[in-house]
């Protein structure tokens, strides 16, 4: 009798532990599920930035590996084309041509808001990007009398720079080339006279190459008397038959008396008449189109210059664009959300055999 309360007692004992085990188990596996849905969330999440990011590398590709259709979409000026690109056909550069398409100053410049809807991203993803020197250059002009002076600065030392100065009436009154020294300063002066300098611009083309080739350019303008807006835009592309020229296409609205237009470019020892180019129209209709010699490949700064009996106004157009804001003419949205779901994609690609760095920044444009 006393053995069977004992096996009783026991089975009873064994009973509760078997309940408080359960109990803890309960406890355990809900404590289980609440840390695997907290988990839950965070995973999702790096899943959805795995997904747009590929989205964001679907957009990077456009831009740098699509010629866009057609092929020659860039030439299309009052067409709505298939698609968006910017390589050259061929090649795995990036079209100078194209490029041009996309300066926000440029005539026939391609709206984001356009190029979003082509890309058929509105209200779905937004971007911003920019096209830039892999070094910097920096100059300012003076023009004291009877001497002026120019100050060059490179971000690297021992750059090969060609310096310009034109006038106002678009004739190059110095040129010269030179080189920084190891610090990447370089100091240069010029004759200026004695007359009275005449009304209007007065601009410094600085183009720096170093050791390795690689290029940058710097543009700085003295203005004299005030600045007439005539509306004046234009765009540079090499003319579609002759890579050897120039197209440049101009827009203005009003009367003038005369429109000129230049193209500026680095040039061999003893070849300085070999560094520009120019062509001058008088009573030029509303849109005129210039066709100057650049080098085949490489950089070049074009300016066209309009003048009228009651004032001037200058435009300046560096070729292949550069998208920045040194120039003002980083390309997309004029801010960027702050978010980390930004992406950032960064690439050096070759644009007429010279080496720029692009920067693509991409985001969800319900963040911004």
Request: hydrophobic share 40%; with cysteine; proline share 4%.
């Amino acid at each position: 009798m006393k053995r069977n309360i004992w096996r009783n007692k026991k089975g009873q004992i064994q009973g509760v532990d078997f309940a408080l085990a359960m109990i803890i188990f309960m406890i355990m596996f809900a404590e289980v599920i609440v840390l695997s849905l907290n988990f839950l969330e965070p995973k999702y999440q790096n899943l959805d930035n795995r997904a747009f990011e590929s989205s964001a590398n679907q957009v990077s590709e456009v831009f740098f590996s699509s010629t866009g259709y057609p092929n020659d979409w860039e030439y299309k000026y009052s067409t709505e084309f298939n698609s968006f690109g910017l390589r050259e056909i061929g090649t795995t550069s990036l079209d100078a041509n194209k490029i041009s398409r996309i300066n926000p100053h440029a005539l026939f410049s391609l709206s984001y808001e356009n190029l979003k809807r082509n890309m058929s991203l509105e209200n779905k993803i937004g971007f911003q990007l920019s096209l830039e020197s892999l070094f910097d250059v920096s100059a300012s002009l003076t023009l004291s009398q009877p001497i002026g002076s120019i100050n060059i600065t490179t971000s690297i030392g021992d750059c090969i720079v060609w310096s310009f100065v034109v006038a106002p009436n678009s004739t190059v009154v110095f040129t010269q080339k030179s080189q920084t020294d190891t610090s990447g300063i370089l100091d240069l002066s010029f004759p200026t006279g004695v007359a009275v300098l005449p009304d209007g611009h007065f601009t410094l083309v600085v183009f720096a190459q170093s050791q390795i080739g690689i290029y940058a350019v710097d543009i700085e303008e003295v203005v004299i008397g005030t600045e007439t807006n005539f509306g004046l835009q234009f765009i540079v592309q090499e003319n579609i038959s002759n890579n050897g020229l120039a197209n440049i296409q101009t827009s203005f609205v009003g009367s003038l008396v005369s429109l000129s237009a230049i193209v500026l470019y680095p040039y061999t020892e003893g070849n300085e008449q070999f560094g520009n180019e120019s062509s001058t129209v008088s009573s030029p209709s509303t849109t005129e189109t210039f066709d100057l010699r650049i080098p085949t490949n490489g950089t070049c700064v074009s300016l066209v210059t309009a003048d009228s009996i009651s004032g001037f106004q200058r435009k300046v157009f560096a070729y292949p664009s550069q998208l920045s804001e040194q120039f003002g003419t980083v390309y997309g949205a004029d801010l960027m959300p702050d978010n980390k779901q930004i992406v950032k994609i960064e690439k050096i690609v070759v644009v007429r055999e010279c080496l720029f760095k692009a920067v693509l920044y991409v985001w969800p444009q319900y963040l911004s």
